[in-house]
C-alpha cells in the first residue's frame, strides 16, 4: 500500500464562524444526522412531521450532539431524484420548528443545490452547508458559498447518488482524493471563501475495500489543513464485512469512529450520538495522560 506525506502538525483551521457562533476544533465535535426524507438507507421516513422533527432534533442536543444536520434529499445509493421544490418543502417546516424552539442549535444544511441554500439563509439565518457532491452538481455552489460567507463542508464524489457506484476506478485513490480537495479547496480560496471542512466520502464511489484503504491513511488528509469530517455511521462498509443490515451496526460504526477520531477526524457526523459523544470523551480523555 502506497503511503502518503502528511503535514505532521494539525490543521491550521483551529475553528470556523457560523453566524455569531464560532465553532472550535480544539476537541472532536459530534453531528447528529435529522434524515427528513422518506427513502434514507438507515431511518429514512421516521422525521416527516414537525413533532417527529422536534423530538429527534431535542435528542440530539440532549445527548450531546455540537451540530444537527438536515437533510432532504436521500443520498443512498440508487435513491429517487427529487427537485429543489420537493426538497424545499421537506426542509423549510424542519429548519422553522428547530429555530423555534432551539434557537441556539447549530445547524447543517445538508444539500448540493445553491438555490436551496440561498432559500435557507434568506429565512432562516447562517447555517453551515453540507454539500455531498463539492460542488460538481451545481457549478453556482462556489460562488454562492463565498458571497454568503458560511462554512461549507466539501465531500468528495464521482459522478451522483444515481450513478455513483459504477464510478469507482481509481489509478491511484488517495493521491487522486487529495488533489480534489487541494483543487476545489483553491478554487473556493481564489473566490474569498474561508470556513471549509473536507469529507472522504465514504461509500461514495467508492468499494468496501477502497473505504477501508481511505480509513487507514485518514492522516494523509492532514496535507490539506482543513478540518475533517468523517461520516461512516451505520454505512454498508460495515454490515457488508461483519454481518447483518445497518441496524446491527452501532458496535461496528463506534469501532471506526474511534479509528476516525486517532486518525485525525474533527467532526463525526453519525446517527447515534450518545455513543459517538462517549466515543469522543474516551478519545479526549487519552490525550491528555
Not at 68 to 84: F, M, Q, V, W
Request: charged share 25%.
Amino acid at each position: 500500500m502506497q503511503k502518503y506525506k502528511t503535514n505532521s502538525s494539525n490543521q491550521k483551521i483551529t475553528s470556523i464562524m457560523c453566524g455569531k457562533n464560532s465553532i472550535s476544533f480544539d476537541k472532536p465535535l459530534v453531528m447528529g444526522i435529522l434524515n427528513l426524507t422518506p427513502d434514507s438507507f438507515f431511518d429514512g421516513g421516521q422525521y416527516i412531521d414537525t413533532a417527529s422533527i422536534l423530538k429527534r432534533a431535542k435528542q440530539i442536543v440532549k445527548e450531546g450532539a455540537d451540530i444537527i444536520d438536515l437533510g432532504a434529499y436521500s443520498t443512498r445509493p440508487g435513491a429517487e431524484n427529487i427537485d429543489i421544490e420537493e426538497e424545499w418543502r421537506r426542509m423549510k417546516p424542519a429548519i422553522s420548528v428547530i429555530r423555534k424552539e432551539l434557537p441556539n442549535a447549530i445547524l447543517s444544511i445538508d444539500t448540493f443545490r445553491s438555490e436551496l441554500v440561498r432559500r435557507v439563509i434568506a429565512e432562516f439565518g447562517v447555517c453551515i452547508v453540507n454539500d455531498i457532491s463539492g460542488g460538481t452538481l451545481d457549478d453556482r455552489m462556489f460562488k454562492t458559498i463565498a458571497e454568503l460567507q458560511v462554512p461549507y463542508i466539501m465531500m468528495h464524489i464521482k459522478g451522483t447518488p444515481q450513478t455513483m457506484q459504477s464510478q469507482t476506478d481509481y489509478k491511484d485513490l488517495m493521491g487522486e482524493l487529495l488533489e480534489f480537495f487541494k483543487d476545489r479547496v483553491k478554487q473556493l480560496n481564489d473566490l474569498g471563501a474561508k470556513d471549509i471542512i473536507i469529507d472522504p466520502g465514504f461509500g461514495f464511489a467508492k468499494t468496501l475495500e477502497q473505504n477501508y484503504q481511505i480509513m487507514g491513511q485518514l492522516e494523509a488528509f492532514k496535507a490539506i489543513e482543513r478540518p475533517l469530517l468523517i461520516g461512516i455511521s451505520r454505512k454498508s462498509m460495515i454490515y457488508k464485512l461483519l454481518g447483518g443490515e445497518a441496524q446491527d451496526s452501532l458496535n461496528g460504526t463506534t469501532a471506526l469512529n474511534m479509528v476516525a477520531l486517532i486518525g485525525g477526524a474533527n467532526i463525526l457526523r453519525v446517527h447515534d450520538v450518545k455513543e459517538a459523544v462517549e466515543c469522543v470523551k474516551l478519545y479526549n480523555k487519552m490525550q491528555i495522560q
